[in-house]
C-alpha cells in the first residue's frame, strides 16, 4: 500500500478480514476461503489485493461483510459480492451456462457484480 494512502474502513468474516483504503483499493487476509475475493487458485494467507473485474477508474467506497460473504460499494453505486452463496446472500442465483437440473451459483471466489437493479447509496450484510 503506498504511504500516501490511509485506511478507511476494515471488516471481517469469520475466517477473514478486509481492508478499504483511501484511494478505493480492497485488500483481504486470513483463511483460506472464498471471502478473500482472489480467485480459486489462491494460496496466500498474507495481505493481497482484491481484484475487480471490470472496475477501471472506479473505486470502492464501502464493503460490508456477514459470516462469509462480502459486499462492496462502488463509485458509480453498483454493488459487488464475493464468497458463500448458499442462501442466495450473493444476489446471483442462477448459471444458465450450467449442465444438470441444480443451477444454483453456491459460492463466487470473484467479486462479481449485482444486477443493475437501481443505483444503490448503502449496504449492509449481516
Same mark, same amino acid.
Request: charge should be neutral.
Given at each position: =500500500?503506498?504511504?500516501?494512502?490511509?485506511? =478507511?474502513?476494515? %471488516?471481517?468474516?469469520? $475466517? /477473514?478480514t478486509l481492508m478499504l483504503t483511501t484511494d @478505493?483499493? %480492497?485488500?483481504?487476509? @486470513?483463511?483460506l476461503t472464498d471471502c478473500l475475493g482472489r480467485g480459486e487458485n489462491n494460496d496466500s494467507l @498474507?495481505? +493481497? !489485493?482484491? *481484484?475487480?473485474?471490470?472496475?477501471?477508474?472506479?473505486?470502492?467506497?464501502? $464493503?460490508?461483510?456477514? *459470516?462469509?460473504?462480502? =459486499?462492496?460499494?462502488? &463509485?458509480?453505486? *453498483?454493488?459487488?459480492?464475493?464468497?458463500?452463496? +448458499?442462501?442466495?446472500?450473493?444476489?446471483?442465483?442462477? +448459471?444458465? /451456462?450450467?449442465?444438470? !437440473?441444480?443451477? *444454483?451459483? $453456491?459460492? &463466487?471466489?470473484?467479486? %462479481?457484480?449485482?444486477? +443493475? $437493479? @437501481?443505483?444503490?447509496?448503502?449496504?449492509?450484510?449481516?
Amino acid at each position: =500500500m503506498p504511504a500516501d494512502n490511509f485506511v =478507511m474502513q476494515i %471488516v471481517f468474516t469469520q $475466517l /477473514n478480514t478486509l481492508m478499504l483504503t483511501t484511494d @478505493g483499493r %480492497v485488500f483481504s487476509w @486470513g483463511g483460506l476461503t472464498d471471502c478473500l475475493g482472489r480467485g480459486e487458485n489462491n494460496d496466500s494467507l @498474507g495481505i +493481497d !489485493e482484491v *481484484r475487480f473485474k471490470a472496475l477501471k477508474d472506479v473505486a470502492v467506497v464501502k $464493503l460490508a461483510a456477514g *459470516r462469509n460473504h462480502v =459486499m462492496a460499494l462502488d &463509485s458509480n453505486n *453498483r454493488v459487488w459480492t464475493w464468497g458463500s452463496n +448458499d442462501s442466495g446472500q450473493l444476489g446471483i442465483n442462477y +448459471d444458465p /451456462n450450467a449442465k444438470g !437440473e441444480d443451477k *444454483r451459483i $453456491l459460492k &463466487s471466489s470473484r467479486p %462479481v457484480q449485482v444486477a +443493475d $437493479l @437501481g443505483k444503490f447509496c448503502q449496504i449492509y450484510a449481516g
